[in-house]
């Protein structure tokens, strides 16, 4: 057995049998279960279960109006917002595929998404649609969206409501202004009130757990980002799995502010919340006094977030006032949680942070910290039903803990591979004590007790507030700035983000002229802000190999800790 044995949660079983039946019908049973519950709130208005049910089967029925059918690819470009929750549900229930994209998304990198996904429909709010369009209106004509649901933040709040649950006025303008429609060539735009209100039918819901429910895209060192192929049976399995072991039920109430176009938002937060029947208490974005008076107010129990997110609360000139003591359950992952911060929340509040770890492809968590026994900074062990060893990334052979190795997983919950590419896909696989692992492509070791801790990175990757950003994305949306002639993107040290995106840019002949704070403008308008370089430093060339790659290693290491 493995050496984690003895420290396994008693009230957990080692393995578990997933629901054989479509995500969707996690909605419909608890919709069932608990009709009047209230499984949504924002900004202080709720959704029951069985409103937000039949907002899903009109959605879906208008959805199956547009020409969607099985397992066509339809995207969600949203916040976290109710109308974001019932459009992935209406997507599944209608049998076909969430492409769920990021919001910080600027129209060039969109345009990837609409092309590779082969998506002819998407739904947006109406403050990111015409990045959308302006994505569409680029692509070839076959290639572009067919239809475009625009929903506006007041279709599922009051924009007059006061109080504890009141947007924080920065936010006003924002949430409360009525978007006007956006141009786009070629396509239809619709209402989402108008979506919500038809009368037909929804299709017979024909898939289950061996057909592809969610899409979501992930970077990798070379090349745009892939599409990672999620059945309804991975992401079954990792929601019911991460509610065992977070001890959640029917009456948990979480803060979900983490984005839930992000997987661990998508699986932990909001499908496994669907599927316990609790109450979620929506976010879209973050702010640490809307977030300190939502827990307050709605009695949070549980709180999935990244650890800047706490450490900022903490921060507030007005944490004194918020009751934090109806929280039960405090974790997340994507960065390191500092450990005089965990300490000050077990001293405080007897909080242990539970830090996890998990990647697009494993569906969130494939490890995690037992919440009774927690390490800080530290991966924890693997979930249920989880098979996770540490092995010489060259010889392949298993090391003993404390030696450094690659982390490979295997586990029902991890991806069928990367969607149209697979020699990707083939790299991404070994086979191991003839099983098929999952190259995590991140360095780490075990303890004595089985713990595991990440140590380092094969993968070419920087790590902003929990926020994965891929230099090789970057750096090709760099090149099509007309000053630069090269750029490599490394990771620079940042006292709250953990890392930051540096630029080491060489300038072409006749551009000497161009300085920093010009690139770093140009790139917040041409990418999302969370990949745009926060330092720029100018040299003469790149070092380089003698077959002509960049030495991107040898800059990284010269950049000061």
Known sequence: ?????????????????????????????SAARFPDKAALVFFGTETSYAELAAQVERLAAYLHGLGVRRGDRVIVFMQNCPQLVAAHYAILRANAVVVPVNPMNLAHELQHYIEDSGARVALSTGDLAPQLAKASDALPAGQRLEHLIISQFTDAFDPAVQGEDAPPPAWQDWLCRDYPPPAIAGAQLHRYRDALACTAAAPEHVVGQEDLAVLPYTSGTTGLPKGCMHLHRSINYNAVASTLWGYHSMQTVTLSVVPMFHITGMVVVMHGGIYLGATQILMPRWDRDLAGRLISKWRVTSWTNIPTM???????????????????HIGGGGAAMPQAVAQRLLEQYGL????????????????????????????????????????????LAELSPGEQGEIIVRGPQVFEGYWKHP????????????????????????????????????????????????????EALMFRHPAIQEACVIAARDDYRGETVKAVVVLRPGHEDTDAEQIIAWCRENMAVYKTPRIVEFVQALPKSGSGKVMWRLLQEKEPA
């Open 1 to 29: 057995m493995a050496l984690y044995d003895p420290f396994w949660p008693n009230h957990i079983p080692r393995t578990i049998t997933p629901p054989a039946s479509s995500v969707w019908h996690n909605l419909a049973v």
């Open 310 to 328: 706490v450490i900022d609360l903490l921060a507030s000139p007005n944490f004194a006032s918020y009751d934090l003591t109806s929280l039960r």
């Open 352 to 395: 242990r942070y539970v830090e996890g770890y998990g990647l697009t492809e494993t569906a969130a968590p494939s490890h995690s910290n037992p919440t009774d026994r927690p390490k800080q900074q530290c991966l924890g062990i693997p979930l249920i039903g989880v098979d996770a060893r540490i092995i010489d990334p060259d010889t």
């Open 423 to 474: 020699e990707a896909t083939a790299r991404a696989f070994i086979d191991f004590e003839g099983e098929r692992f999952f190259r995590t492509g991140d360095l780490g070791r075990t303890d004595d007790e089985g713990y595991f801790f990440i140590t380092d990175r094969l993968k070419r990757m920087i790590n902003a507030s929990g926020f994965k950003i891929w230099p090789a994305e970057v």
